[in-house]
């Protein structure tokens, strides 16, 4: 008897200990740093794969987070959580660790984009319908601050190219009512907010130096930019690069550029052309166009290798097969790709041996070494368009 | 007989889940994302403190690394693991997220400093005796090159200022045989080595720029410094900052300022006086200076906040226990702090928000916020020094 209680003591025993190991494998087989993980968004089918950039794999997929069809993504400050702002108002919190969705909250009936604050605790969310800035705990999507963006006659104004700036500030820009409005979140629950009225007319896009302290509005409505130095909200708004825009001839444009892509490299800025088959190098000191650079189609994103010494560039259909590489030393066309049809997006890797490549018709993710051009991997993805880096987690304006 | 049977399994059943269960969760309280950890050179100790910065809290320690009175840290591209190279040759990879020492190797009797290769893959590590560079790789420590550093004659050198470059290549200084060594690692076991000679006596210690396109080595043995423009190595050296070192009156110097604590801001580089209470302002288009700002010591780091905006300046003995801020935009000091005795050494949180102070004599961290300058905690460490946090992961030449 004792020695048959004994025995089956034994083998529970061991069982449980077999038990305990699966269970401790399973569960902590996802125990990894984060700095060289990523989303890409599958657009038409609400999903996003988390993606690990070291050795080019996925780890998981995550659905449920509605119409991604133009999505933008920011991180929490330790890496390990993707906020995803969705075209329908959705903002959900996606555990890349985990590979599962933690929270999502539908924030309003049409959103554009988002931004997280300079200590990691706030998420801003900017709105075309009802039009706003609303934002939240990135702790918990509990709502914090509402700011209506009405002029100054009442009118509710679409929200674009809404951006972090250093001091836990988020600025962004009011399309219908022409403004550029800074609010400080210092305390969290009551924005100060300082606004800019008569910018120019319809602020359609907005992107933020990489230092944080310039902000530059593209205008629909004219040509030119509106640009505010946030070291001196004082001075107000300043008009530059007056030529910018679409011009007198009003070329038909496939599909305003994202200034979110301009490449800022060293002294220059790389910056696509509307409406043309050219990419404009801007001098950042005195932002006056200085040259201009022939391309393959109507640029869409025109981004800097992290250590400026290349801009990769993306075209509009009919010409969005093609990716060209500009050399920023000569400023010429150092190399031409042809990842497939539709090319959307592409990331690079935090220190730019890499660059990530949506092919959005072809299904495909495709990544490529940046100095010798060779394709390193292809993996698959439904309709692939953005791709976000952790490494962003750590950038201003991102 | 067949109840009790049940019972006794029921009963080392449940005993064994609850053992399971307290297994996962020790196991597993270390999920968590990379992106705001670090690490504090505890240096009397051969201990290093693994840190987050989200709620200043200390997660781990571990001891074992061996002589870290000159001790620096690297970073896996993961964020996962730090590589701390200490003053007895150490190499030592410590995994963060479990808060012990992974593996140390002791790969030369004297070492001064290391650097992590843009791919992550490969480590290469300076040494003063036997001088020379080796090269290792990142995920085993097994020895992959070893590059001896002799001059012409075949005499040996001892190797400083060692810097990662972009195209998985290392740049370092000759400090005996006055020369600057290009080694490129794209074939990690046959490194091709490009050389200047004659760049100036003694060069002591380099910087590389962000963008990793300018080396500059500063001389021990004479005023000025040697420059190499890396994205024309075929153009050679160039001596720039022909005033910058001890000069005519050669000074007492009670120490010699770390060239890695060059703070690059816009078109601006900060730059610590030899043997003067002074930052030098260099514009960086020309190098050539252009500002001389009056500190309260000999500045030992002057570091630029992410943003530019600011740069915070620490000072050798006897003023050692005080921190001065640089306000970029009008070059005047714009904050003078008392921390305690001597401040070692500064690193700021990747968007610049919060800064961390390693005060060595009062055993203690403090952490700062760079707005209010308040101090937001403060944290006892055994004679701490290097501070180092993950988001070095992702810069270039650090």
Redesign the interface.
């Known amino acids: 008897m004792t020695s048959t209680?004994k025995g089956?003591?034994r083998r529970?025993?061991n069982?449980?200990?077999a038990?305990?190991a699966v269970?401790?494998l399973s569960?902590?087989t996802?125990?990894?740093?984060?700095?060289?993980?990523g989303v890409v968004i599958e657009r038409a089918s609400g999903r996003v794969q988390v993606i690990?950039h070291?050795t080019h794999s996925r780890l998981a997929t995550v659905d449920g987070l509605g119409d991604l069809s133009h999505a933008s993504v920011v991180?929490?400050?330790?890496?390990?959580?993707a906020y995803v702002f969705g075209r329908d108002g959705g903002l959900s919190k996606v555990d890349?660790?985990?590979g599962r969705l933690v929270k999502r909250v539908l924030q309003a009936g049409n959103s554009i984009g988002g931004a997280v604050s300079?200590?990691?605790r706030l998420l801003a969310v900017s709105n075309y319908e009802p039009g706003g800035v609303r934002v939240f705990d990135a702790a918990t999507l509990a709502p914090v601050a509402d700011i209506p963006a009405l002029d100054g006659r009442g009118n509710a104004s679409k929200v674009v190219g809404l951006v972090d700036a250093?001091?836990?500030r988020f600025v962004f820009s009011l399309y219908d009512a022409g403004e550029i409005w800074i609010a400080d979140l210092s305390i969290p629950a009551a924005p100060r907010l300082t606004k800019y009225t008569d910018v120019g007319r319809q602020p359609y896009d907005a992107l933020i130096t990489p230092?944080?302290?310039y902000y530059v509005a593209g205008l629909f409505g004219e040509d030119g930019m509106a640009l505010v130095d946030l070291?001196?909200p004082e001075r107000g708004v300043r008009r530059v690069l007056d030529d910018y825009g679409r011009g007198e001839q009003k070329l038909p444009v496939y599909k305003m550029p994202h200034l979110e892509g301009w490449a800022i490299?060293?002294?220059y800025a790389f910056v696509p052309a509307v409406g043309q088959h050219a990419v404009l190098v801007i001098d950042r000191?005195e932002w006056r166009q200085i040259a201009r650079i022939p391309v393959h189609g109507q640029p869409v994103f025109v981004m800097g290798r992290?250590?400026?010494?290349q801009v990769w560039v993306n075209f509009a259909h009919p010409h969005n097969d093609t990716l060209q590489v500009i050399d920023v030393?000569t400023l010429q066309i150092a190399k031409t790709l042809r990842p497939g049809k539709a090319v959307l997006h592409m990331e690079f890797t935090?220190?730019?041996?890499a660059l990530w490549v949506s092919v959005r018709d072809e299904d495909r993710v495709d990544v490529y070494d940046t100095?010798s051009f060779e394709r390193l991997a292809a993996l698959p993805a439904a309709k692939p368009s953005g791709i976000f880096f952790?490494?962003r987690?750590?950038?201003?304006g991102l």
């Open positions: 209680r089956i003591e529970l025993w069982k449980a200990l038990l305990s269970m401790l569960a902590c996802n125990l990894r740093g984060t700095g060289d993980l690990e070291s991180y929490s400050r330790d890496g390990r959580f890349l660790l985990r300079q200590d990691g250093p001091g836990n230092d944080g302290r070291w001196h490299a060293g002294e000191r992290p250590d400026g010494r030393d935090p220190r730019g041996e100095r952790t490494a987690a750590h950038r201003i």
